[in-house]
């Protein structure tokens, strides 16, 4: 990684405790995802300034899937505290990688979001029924695949990096099938602060890199599993 220090934050931020005695809460999922517009600013490789609202695009059915997984510990107080990740995607439109001068620009093996999160849920809320709501929030670090090519370069930035801190919102139901399997569906933001770089091309002696900043939100609503014990 690039930047130890938010890769420090990171481990620090995703140290939860988990309480002595719980139920552990295993989850994954799948989903449809989008991604907001976003202003993105800074300097291409050598020192060129650039700014530009990027239309992004997610395209969650296409490969590498979007998905996520999850692990909570809950309390007899059914607040939860858990780990979780999710591999989202960024692909920045046709035009404004045109404008930009960029021939690839996607956080495309993943825009991945890792997180600490605090959970609760309310397993009485429909008297006699299966169903269980739940509300859940978490902060954590955003690790990303950048895939980024500038046009005429020789070389392609590829590869994960830590590029800023991240936050996500859960709000959901999920449907017990017996003691130990339950379906679920719930809707997912996350929100990140990025700060990527972009590599110099090796063919251009003392070129700088560069660097791309950028607030990335997602919305996805999300169908999984989960097994409990």
Not at 111 to 119: D, K
Not at 127 to 146: D, N
Not at 213 to 218: C, N, S
Request: aromatic share 12%.
């Amino acid at each position: 990684m690039r930047k130890t220090c938010k890769a420090a934050l990171a481990a620090t931020l995703l140290t939860a405790a988990a309480p002595a005695s719980a139920e552990v809460e295993l989850s994954l999922y799948m989903g449809v995802q989008s991604v907001d517009n976003s202003s993105a600013s800074g300097t291409m490789p050598g020192g060129a300034p650039f700014s530009r609202n990027i239309k992004w695009d997610a395209n969650p059915l296409d490969n590498p899937f979007y998905y996520g997984a999850r692990a909570t510990w809950w309390t007899d107080r059914n607040i939860g505290f858990g780990l979780e990740g999710t591999h989202a995607k960024a692909y920045a439109s046709a035009a404004d990688r045109g404008a930009l001068g960029f021939d690839r620009l996607e956080l495309s093996n993943g825009h991945n979001i890792f997180t600490a999160n605090v959970m609760k849920r309310w397993p009485d809320a429909f008297a006699g029924r299966h169903f269980t709501p739940y509300l859940g929030a978490g902060l954590g670090v955003a690790v990303p695949h950048s895939d980024i090519k500038v046009t005429g370069a020789t070389n392609r930035t590829f590869g994960f990096e830590a590029t800023g801190i991240a936050a996500r919102g859960i709000a959901g139901m999920k449907y017990d099938i017996n003691e130990n399997w339950a379906l679920f569906g719930e809707y997912q933001i996350t929100w990140s602060d990025n700060d990527v770089t972009i590599d110099a091309d090796p063919a251009v002696p003392g070129q700088t890199a560069g660097k791309l900043r950028t607030e990335i939100v997602t919305h996805a609503v999300n169908f999984g599993v989960s097994y409990s014990f």
